[in-house]
């Protein structure tokens, strides 16, 4: 498997009310080939992550609609797997170059969610669940709720360790230009911020947020620039979309069998990551994948993140330096593309402030729903 | 390119008012498994061409829901292009195992339209339209009727002309009986049909449907069936999505450079296709491919659609034996695999009262909106 990233770039999250699901795109591009030596003219496919354009904004076929906007007749493709469409869309995008058929594709993971009413942006995303959840009532902060309960009533994690994720991922965060909240928090501030579904509180949660990310494949590397990024894994697993079917509430099963064939793919282990993008939807949802990633023991989680060992410049092991979800903002589309983004800005140098040193080898993880699908990537320089 | 297609199928096409999307698609994957010598355990990955799950049944996320629903822990994803998702995902299972990252993977289309208010479907499918034909109000029948006028200006076509197409269509599903409209006209009926965009009449229209199709592909072909059905070229190109954006409206950019391409791949030229399932959404649609898709000159197409030289036992090319959109039906998702499965059936000689005689090199051809997207694959035995 040799795919090599000439290219990547992330807009800033947030509230973007002011630009438009296309200017986020043409930005986002530009300045992702602008990184690359490559043209616009070279690109044959275009592989759009994205969930909510057409239940929010009534905007399908939205692979024709940005190769128009970026001046191609080439190939272009919306693909949706919920909060890990960008995920998903790198994957199809390694396939597309991996296939042969392509030599030079974009993956461009874009949404734009805050322009609509929070109650809607809500109902939207209960798209990503199963039914009885949805007649439940059961929106994904009670889901990850639920999850979170089980994990303290099964290992002993506590609030305190929750909340340990927060802050650390603020931390970063404020390291990072492009993050929504580039500030950091303590941990009392998420004890005591409000419960939004027991035992989750407002800063144990991600946010809403726009943004877009893009990077550029290509099986050619002749290039100028001389220390690429390279594709070493890219692997997809998927579980039971309800709780309630799933045989446990503690781990995710698609996460554990996406990693193990990434792992071995890749040829490494755990212990060989440097830098790690997980997808901390909410606090627990980074504890549970420590545990799922192997990264540390089962039911360890809670105390190997409340250790602080996974912050920038405290362990080998630095988890979410961009941010994460939480802080760094989560438009669902862009997620698992931006997580694509950190790791390459980390393994070229570049990632400024929030630079982890040496990283040599970096993992993503992305997640769709409570867990019903899990993507994950492995990178090396 | 050496990707076997194992087994193939299609529900009945209509208004399936009594079954759900979950049923479509395991009693399609049931068949298709059923008629390839491989069980569901063998599947990897799970690639679902559909539009508008989210638009108007707000559930997205239906890779993992399917794959759930068939007891499946694989890779699972949605590929979206409109009414070219069903061709973009079956591109997408293609990639899949020309990547080498799978061996056997499903790619399933399948759509739900008929439980749903006419308006409400007529204003969804304008998600794949450009943001000045919605604001407009132009629908995909105003879209199309403008192309019509075009090519009568242009070339003379007539409205005669595109009633034949029709006419064709419904003598080919007449022996179909997975046909949503499995019964023959006349020219006389279409011409006076009610107009619904003029020159477009009733019987020049696709209809609303449900249903689903699923293709079984692999790169290990050691089976004991031996007349293995293969596919030798996927090319996929777009063009602008609005047709104020584009250089004419006589002929679809994306489907003269999507099937170039796929020329090319294949080795062969539009003279080498025996049988081709073609995208006539409305009748006029099938005229320009014959054109696009270098069938006959530029210009030519009403001519050659009347003179009947591509009915069934007439020519040496059958167009649309499946009945084609316009009578077959057009679950939008569902049909650019059913394209595939029609071909698959001509090629492997089980396409019943509508066999093509000795048909060895089959094309499909489905284009999304009013021909943003084209997806042409081309098939041998």
Redesign the interface.
């Known amino acids: 498997m040799k795919v090599a990233i000439l290219g990547a770039s992330t807009t800033k999250f947030g509230e973007l009310w002011n630009v438009s699901p296309r200017d986020l795109v043409s930005q986002v591009v530009k300045n992702t080939l602008d990184e690359s030596d490559r043209s616009i003219k070279e690109v044959q496919?275009v592989f759009v992550g994205n969930?909510?354009s057409?239940?929010l904004g009534?905007?399908?076929?939205?692979?024709?609609?940005f190769?128009?906007e970026l001046g191609?007749?080439?190939?272009?493709?919306?693909?949706?797997?919920?909060c890990s469409s960008g995920g998903?869309a790198m994957?199809?995008g390694?396939?597309?170059?991996?296939?042969?058929?392509y030599e030079t594709v974009l993956v461009v993971g874009v949404e734009k969610m805050t322009d609509y009413k929070p109650e809607e942006v809500a109902?939207?995303l209960?798209?990503?669940?199963s039914d009885g959840e949805r007649e439940a009532g059961a929106t994904f902060p009670a889901l990850y709720a639920m999850m979170a309960r089980a994990h303290m009533d099964a290992y002993g994690t506590t609030e305190s360790d929750m909340a340990h994720v927060s802050v650390k991922n603020h931390f970063h965060a404020s390291l990072n230009s492009n993050a929504q909240f580039p500030f950091t928090i303590t941990v009392e501030q998420v004890l005591h911020s409000p419960k939004i579904s027991s035992p989750l509180k407002l800063l144990d949660c991600s946010p809403i947020s726009d943004g877009a990310s893009a990077v550029l494949l290509s099986s050619n590397n002749s290039s100028t620039a001389k220390n690429h990024v390279y594709v070493e894994a890219?692997?997809?697993?998927?579980?039971?979309?309800g709780l309630a079917?799933r045989k446990s509430l503690t781990s995710l099963?698609?996460t554990i069998?996406a990693s193990k064939k990434a792992y071995s793919m890749a040829g490494v282990g755990p212990h060989d990551i440097d830098v790690a993008e997980v997808h901390d939807c909410f606090s627990i949802a980074e504890i549970i994948a420590m545990e799922d990633l192997g990264f540390c023991a089962v039911g360890a989680g809670g105390a190997y993140v409340s250790s602080g060992c996974t912050r920038l410049g405290k362990g080998s092991l630095a988890i979410n330096t961009s941010g994460g979800l939480k802080a760094c903002g989560h438009p669902v589309g862009a997620t698992g593309v931006k997580q694509i983004v950190e790791v390459y800005q980390q393994l070229k140098g570049s990632a400024g402030k929030k630079q982890v040193r040496e990283a040599k080898v970096g993992l993503t993880h992305n997640v769709?729903?409570s867990g019903?699908?899990a993507v994950v990537h492995i990178l090396k320089k």
Request: aromatic share 4%; hydrophobic share 45%.
């Open positions: 496919g969930m909510l057409g239940i009534q905007q399908e076929h939205i692979g024709a609609f190769a128009e191609l007749t080439c190939a272009g493709m919306k693909i949706e797997g919920a998903l994957h199809t390694i396939m597309a170059i991996l296939s042969g058929l109902s939207a209960m798209g990503a669940g890219s692997s997809v697993a998927t579980d039971a979309l079917q099963q698609s069998f769709g729903g019903a699908t």
